[in-house]
């Protein structure tokens, strides 16, 4: 797995600071909204807790925490979320997979393809792309917190798929199944984690040179800035080297 081939990753790599607060925090009430529905209690439901956890982050009122909750229990009342998923391809091919959350289907899919045709890309049917990806934990373990060998015996010991090393640290890679056993595990052993997410891992990648990789990264931002899309996962590979003369530019 190349080392920017995560959008996550990508983002920490340029430097790229989302100031847009009220942003972030709607794509996190939705998703605590959401996961609410299948229980309002965080001790009983992984991801509800996963998105508390990640909405203290960015310090969200707790306040405002609960009242999404309630509103996915039903408590209070609220949006009609739906959730699905959006393909499409961006520069010299790369595959892209949204996850999306709106009250709007019309709209968004409006939206989603105006942005791919203004930006080097276009949206593709149902299946054409969605079958390059599967779904997986993924954890990123900064290389000052741990050693290789200590991580790789914690992580697959807790159940890990894999461990590999990446230019700044280590990435560890889950079933869905053991995702929070291989999480708890590494919070035990005061591991800390920059990221620790179920996501859509890239089965190849597709790698790009510089100008495809400007192109690419920027239709990446602007779809994850679309207040809709709450995840954007693409198969590209960018190398260390273009990856400097993108963020220099």
């Known amino acids: 797995m190349g080392g920017h081939s995560h959008w996550s990753t990508i983002k920490r790599h340029k430097g790229a600071i989302d100031a847009k607060r009220g942003k972030i925090f709607t794509k996190i009430i939705r998703e605590i909204t959401i996961s609410s529905r299948a229980g309002g209690d965080p001790d009983t439901n992984p991801a509800l807790r996963t998105f508390i956890a990640k909405a203290k982050e960015v310090n969200m009122p707790a306040d405002t925490i609960k009242r999404a909750i309630q509103r996915g229990t039903g408590e209070l009342p609220g949006v009609n979320y739906e959730e ?4 499409g391809y961006g520069p010299s091919g790369t595959g892209v997979l949204l996850e999306i959350t709106t009250d709007n289907r019309n709209r968004t899919v409006a939206e989603i393809r105006n942005i791919f045709g ?3 890309g276009n949206m593709a049917e149902a299946g054409a792309v969605a079958w390059q990806f599967h779904k997986k934990g993924l954890l990123i373990v900064e290389g000052s917190q741990t050693d290789e060998d200590r991580l790789m015996t914690l992580a697959l010991e807790a159940g890990a798929e894999d461990v590999q090393q990446t230019a ?5 890679t889950t079933d869905l199944a053991d995702f929070e056993a291989v999480k708890e595990a590494l919070q035990t052993a005061h591991i800390e984690t920059s ?4 996501t859509f891992l890239p089965q190849n990648l597709v790698k790009l040179e510089e100008r495809p990789a400007v192109q690419m990264l920027k239709l990446m931002e602007i779809l994850d800035d679309q207040e809709d899309v709450q995840k954007v996962h693409a198969n590209f590979d960018i190398s260390d080297e273009v990856m400097e003369k993108v963020a220099a530019s």
């Not at 699905?84 to 393909?87: D, H, K, N, S, V």
């Not at 700044?168 to 560890?172: A, M």
């Not at 990221?195 to 179920?198: I, P, R």
């Open 84 to 87: 699905f998923t959006l393909e």
């Open 118 to 120: 203004k930006n080097h």
């Open 168 to 172: 700044t640290g280590f990435e560890v």
């Open 195 to 198: 990221l620790a997410e179920v």
